[in-house]
């Protein structure tokens, strides 16, 4: 079975990535013709003025693409394992409420012709009810189970509501991390893609013994690296077309989903480590900035624009984090025996 769940994972990056070219090769020029352009704040870097009227919105179609692989492969998988694959598939549908929630907020910012959709407590609520719901159909269906591992401390068994509880506030920030890293062309994109490189082996190797888990991890990781990089062919500097919204806080959704359907969630904290340090620096940004009275700890937050003050270019932030973000994965890959011990995988 391990042949063909790889034979299909390498189907549907290509299926993906073919699609996703394709889809954007029509959707640039309709977001385009409805004047669907990104406003550049202005006290962003000057020389991202050059940006503006960029079409943004773009992330709908790697997100049509990836529904159209993804809804394949839950068949072949529900027909495999002579059951639906309800991790992959709740994992994917709470992603696509995500790029909901991104495409009410772009669409705001379009209406208002300005760089602020929802209020911060609107996009927060709903944002939460969708890792509610999320996280509690991983419970009822038996996904996940109520232990937390800490570092040097070992795990604790039956945490209980609170568990579940520690689960949305961490499935929410992973989700504006995420959001937080398509601040310059193909920055997100390129993260995301090393990511799902992360899934694909930890699916077809570590997990080989679970049908579900594996098929479910390599679905996911190979249309998302499918997806990604049909994405960058337009999104890679200079962008053609920006994801918005729609499609960063969707990827959000696909970063965290990957830990849960694992069952092992501490993971996300490493090998999205560079996604949470985008949120880090801006929160370390906004509290030094009311302490001081005025004074700023980083030339500009989030992290990567305080490298475009220091004079990084944009491909250089991009190769540099990605590159972070492939070590990390790779230090994940290398603890999940020990994870899985600790969790009783």
Not at 28 to 53: C, F, N, T, V, Y
Not at 314 to 329: H, M, N, P, S
Request: aromatic share 10%; with cysteine.
């Amino acid at each position: 079975m391990q042949t063909n769940l790889k034979i299909m994972a390498g189907i549907s990056a290509a299926a993906a990535f073919i699609l996703t070219v394709l889809i954007s090769r029509i959707v640039i020029p309709i977001l385009k013709s409805h004047k669907m352009g990104q406003k550049i704040l202005d006290i962003g870097p000057r020389w991202h003025k050059s940006k503006e009227g960029t079409p943004t919105m773009g992330g709908i179609s790697f997100i049509f693409a990836m529904t159209v692989v993804i809804t394949v492969d839950i068949v072949i998988l529900s027909l495999w394992l002579g059951r639906v694959p309800t991790a992959l598939t709740a994992t994917f549908v709470y992603a696509l409420f995500c790029g909901f929630i991104g495409c009410i907020d772009d669409s705001a910012k379009l209406r208002k012709k300005q760089n602020e959709g929802l209020t911060p407590i609107q996009k927060l609520v709903l944002q939460f009810v969708a890792a509610g719901a999320y996280i509690a159909a991983l419970a009822a269906f038996g996904c996940i189970k109520d232990s937390l591992w800490i570092p040097f401390v070992g795990s604790i068994e039956g945490l209980g509501i609170a568990y579940y509880i520690l689960l949305a506030i961490l499935a929410v920030g992973v989700m504006n991390s995420v959001n937080l890293a398509d601040g310059i062309d193909g920055l997100c994109s390129s993260e995301t893609l090393a990511v799902s490189v992360f899934f694909i082996l930890a699916g077809g190797v570590k997990y080989a013994a679970s049908g579900e888990i594996s098929g479910g991890l390599l679905a996911l990781g190979a249309v998302t690296a499918g997806g990604m990089l049909g994405f960058l062919v337009y999104n890679f500097h200079p962008a053609r077309v920006f994801m918005g919204d729609t499609g960063s806080l969707f990827l959000g959704g696909i970063v965290m989903g990957g830990a849960l359907m694992m069952d092992l969630p501490v993971l996300v904290i490493i090998y999205g480590f560079i996604y949470i340090i985008e949120s880090v620096s801006d929160i370390i940004q906004v509290v030094y900035f009311k302490l001081t009275h005025g004074k700023r700890f980083f030339k500009m937050a989030p992290i990567h624009h305080h490298f475009e003050k220091c004079g990084w270019g944009e491909i250089k932030i991009v190769v540099v984090f990605t590159i972070c973000t492939l070590a990390l994965c790779a230090l994940s890959y290398i603890m999940l025996p020990a994870l899985s011990e600790i969790y009783g995988i």
